[in-house]
């Protein structure tokens, strides 16, 4: 009796070993929503790219900068890389800061408004996924990143097994979805350069104004009391980009027209004080596009984008501090 009691223990441990080595794997095969931050992680921590300018952000981000068109503006075909991501926050972006190449030389980090007011963070489940990648945060990395967030990382792997447990179903909710709902969303999410999001030019009608009422009824931020935490954190990415001699740049996304009434009230000015206070060089594109540039209120669409890759370029290149991109070469 007694060793069959042993035999069940060490059968556990060894389905458990099993389980804990193949997760990774397995979720690799499952088409999650998680899926392309671990190419960034793999194209970041692999040196598969090398790029000229690296571009953190958002879904806004990832409709907003054409990478192709940013490489060509920048001049001698420079090389740009989306390493955006949806729902990706400041503190996400940050945790590949350190990792970057040597012969980076632009750092384009693009944020929303409601940003400025925090509070930092990234989703349970992103670091639970990349602690399952192998993913963990160095020395350098932990001064961008808050302390809760830093905490999240300590995490034993059994524990992220277990609260990974819902990744499973929504990666077969996925793969179905590829079968039953085609086209739904593009096929660019593994590009490196332009992962356009959406298959569309403007959204249909009902989605549009469901989004622009969602957007309208949110609570606003409050950029009159800004987050020292976020202004304290970005503030140090600002100060180690200009050590490495990288140029950092802030890029706050535009909004339909249809969505000025309800910015937070004096946010240019709010804005202009942040920029001061954290050293850091923001282009404010908030107000940039007029309402036909969008595929809804908050995602531009292409002919958006390429307005706001030229605004960037154009910025980029007249920056009298930058110097990234000497004419000699």
Same mark, same amino acid.
């Given at each position: 009796m007694k060793k069959l009691f042993?035999?069940?223990?060490?059968?556990i441990a060894l389905c458990l070993s099993i389980a804990m080595a193949a997760t990774s794997t397995?979720?690799?095969?499952?088409?999650d929503d998680f899926a392309r931050l671990s190419r960034i992680y793999e194209w970041i921590y692999g040196r598969r790219l090398n790029p000229d300018v690296a571009v953190f952000?958002? =879904?806004r981000a990832m409709n907003g900068i054409n990478g192709y068109l940013l490489g060509e503006a920048l001049g001698e075909n420079r090389t740009v890389a989306s390493f955006t991501n949806p729902g990706q926050s400041f503190s996400e972006g940050a945790l590949f800061y350190s990792s970057l190449?040597?012969?980076?030389?632009?750092?384009v980090h693009c944020i929303g408004l409601n940003t400025l007011a925090g509070p930092m963070g990234i989703a349970e489940k992103k670091v639970d996924r990349l602690l399952l990648d192998g993913y963990r945060p160095d020395s350098v990395t932990a001064h961008f990143l808050s302390s809760s967030?830093?905490?999240e990382f300590g995490k034993s792997r059994l524990r992220v097994l277990y609260e990974s447990r819902t990744c499973a179903k929504t990666g077969l909710h996925n793969l179905l979805r590829k079968f039953l709902?085609?086209?739904?969303? =593009?096929d660019s999410l593994d590009s490196s350069v332009y992962p356009y999001l959406y298959p569309y030019e403007r959204a249909p009608k009902e989605q549009y104004d469901k989004y622009l009422l969602a957007q309208k009824q949110s609570p606003q931020v409050d950029l009159q009391t800004p987050d020292a935490e976020f202004e304290t954190k970005i503030r140090a990415a600002s100060r180690y980009f200009k050590a490495r001699h990288i140029g950092y740049y802030v890029v706050l996304m535009p909004v339909s027209p249809l969505l000025w009434d309800h910015l937070p009230q004096d946010y240019e000015r709010c804005v202009s004080d942040f920029a001061s206070r954290t050293e850091v060089a923001v282009f404010d594109y908030t107000k940039l596009l007029d309402d036909d540039l969008f595929c809804d209120p908050a995602h531009?669409?292409?002919a958006g984008a390429a307005r706001i890759t030229a605004k960037l370029a154009d910025d980029i290149l007249r920056d009298p501090l930058s110097g990234h991109f000497p004419e000699e070469e």
């Open positions: 042993y035999c069940q223990i060490v059968l397995v979720f690799r095969l499952l088409p952000g958002d =879904s190449p040597s012969d980076t030389k632009v750092v967030t830093l905490r709902e085609p086209n739904s969303l =593009s531009p669409n292409r």
